[in-house]
């Protein structure tokens, strides 16, 4: 786990709690050393400040760009909601407000690592709407033949939805699925995840196709199925 923050007494609590849950800890004190540690590290999870010296939280999300990197939580102390959809928006997996109790940041880090680690699944099937095709057994995303890098948590989303293609998903049911039962209100994170999925999927993110979106009731994947425009066969490959 790399920890980046400034804060000395901050980072020496949060470092012990992570430690004393087993985690190997690397502490860094500001943005651009962050950069470099997770482009060069294999870490499996980054805790980020966003008030740090010589380039910020966001400039370090800035920096990553939509690229697969290791999943982050943002840890922030300002606690506003447009600081937390804009976290998400920027590439960030979760978001944590100062001050958090050891309890609920050492759940937020399990949430995160568990959508990190997908199950293996018997499920062998390449689903596709159009020139989209999710590898449910690779755990690959595919757009006109090109992989795409997506995010842990994006790719868990996606399964979740391909998964069920032709079926409406309710919010409730994917916050729960995707995420865990305590987010199951939090909206926020699946509009969050669904706009950074079409900017990846839909040729057009304005009149999506691959994410549909169902009325107030949830999404679902692709088309229903006997409705798909593509050839017999090319949906869906079981
Ligand atoms: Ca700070």
Redesign the pocket.
């Known amino acids: 786990m790399l920890l980046v923050?400034?804060?000395h007494m901050?980072r020496d609590t949060v470092a012990a709690v992570a430690r004393g849950e087993g985690h190997a800890v690397t502490t860094v004190g500001d943005g651009l050393s962050a950069v470099h540690a997770i482009e060069s590290g294999t870490f499996d999870i980054v805790l980020l400040?966003?008030?740090?010296p010589v380039m910020d939280g966001w400039a370090v999300l800035h920096q990553l760009g939509p690229r697969s990197v290791p999943p982050i939580i943002v840890i922030s102390?300002r606690g506003e909601s447009v600081d937390k959809v804009r976290a998400l928006d920027a590439g960030a997996d979760d978001y944590l407000a100062k001050p958090f109790g050891s309890d609920e940041l050492l759940a937020r880090m399990r949430a995160v690592l568990r959508r990190a680690r997908p199950p293996s699944s018997d499920d062998a099937r390449v689903v596709r709407s159009g020139e989209v095709e999710v590898d449910l057994s690779a755990h690959v995303v595919r757009r006109g033949g090109t992989a795409i890098a997506v995010s842990p948590t994006e790719y868990v989303l996606l399964a979740e939805l391909a998964r069920h293609a032709g079926e409406v998903l309710d919010h409730r049911t994917l916050l729960r699925g995707v995420w865990g039962p305590a987010y199951a209100g939090e909206r926020n994170y699946l509009w969050t995840f669904v706009r950074r999925l079409r900017s990846k999927l839909e040729a057009d993110p304005a009149n999506p196709t691959v994410i549909r979106t169902v009325g107030h009731r949830g999404y679902m994947f692709g088309d229903r199925p006997g409705t798909d425009s593509q050839p017999a066969g090319s949906s869906r490959t079981d």
């Open positions: 923050e400034d804060d901050l400040d966003i008030g740090l102390a």
